[in-house]
């Protein structure tokens, strides 16, 4: 009820070009998105530094794709979160991976840039995917505890170090034996993902994907 009344004051726009439309991706900018698409899943099994085991993603980190990212993330667009889900959701193989999982947790945001930004841009992508697939969001059990140097603006090693120790686990008997999938809006080295799957790694879960909206 409060979403309607919420449609007439805000009619949701597409994500891409602006315009009014009802599944927040017109048809012609799907055709855009179609192009770019990959939904491609690496596998992290055999790999010892890696504490998931596979990682799912959309897109590459490009075009369009990079363009409505940024504004997501940076310029206050925090609807496209619509956009991406709706995308997700009419792959419906890529979806019975998803719903093989038993709890999605998004990568949190430290209490400063979650107040700066109004919004976590991953935690509003994993709670719409939870409301569409029945699965369980958890936000209470990891945290961010070190307020860092945005990752994106840093290398490679200088990204291992200041993530390090940035994250906190807590209610680990969560996540035991759990398969659990941690949602991110991009992947570049996977530090950040590595951080927060090696506390949920070690507290006892089963299996770990990473979901995230596009690859670079
Ligand atoms: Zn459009």
């Known amino acids: 009820m409060l979403n309607k009344k919420l449609d ?10 602006g315009r009014i439309d009802r599944n927040s991706l017109c048809n012609k900018c799907n055709i855009q998105l179609k192009n770019q698409e990959v939904f491609g899943i690496d596998n992290y099994i ?3 530094e890696k504490y998931y085991d596979e990682h799912l993603y959309i897109f590459m980190y490009s075009g369009v794709v990079r363009k409505i990212l940024i504004d997501y993330k940076f310029n206050d667009c925090s609807f496209i979160y619509k956009t991406f889900t709706n995308f997700i959701l009419k792959n419906e193989k890529f979806v019975e991976n998803i719903k093989s999982y038993d709890i999605i947790i998004p990568v949190p945001l430290s209490k400063k840039r979650k107040k700066e930004r109004g919004y976590n841009q991953s935690e509003l992508i994993a709670k719409e995917i939870c409301r569409l697939t029945n699965l369980k969001l958890n936000t209470k059990s990891l945290k961010k505890i070190k307020n860092i ?13 200041n993530i390090k120790d940035a994250y906190c ?16 809006d991009v992947y570049t080295t996977g530090s950040t993902v590595n951080e927060c799957s090696k506390l949920i790694k070690n507290a006892g879960s089963k299996q770990i994907g990473i979901l ?3 690859k670079d």
């Open 8 to 17: 007439i004051i805000f009619p949701p726009v597409c994500g891409v070009c």
């Open 46 to 48: 055999d790999d010892y």
């Open 149 to 161: 140097t945005e990752q994106s603006t840093l290398n490679k090693e200088k990204r291992e170090t």
């Open 169 to 184: 686990l807590k209610f680990p008997s969560t996540v035991v034996n759990k398969k659990v999938l941690i949602i991110d």
């Open 212 to 214: 995230t909206i596009a």
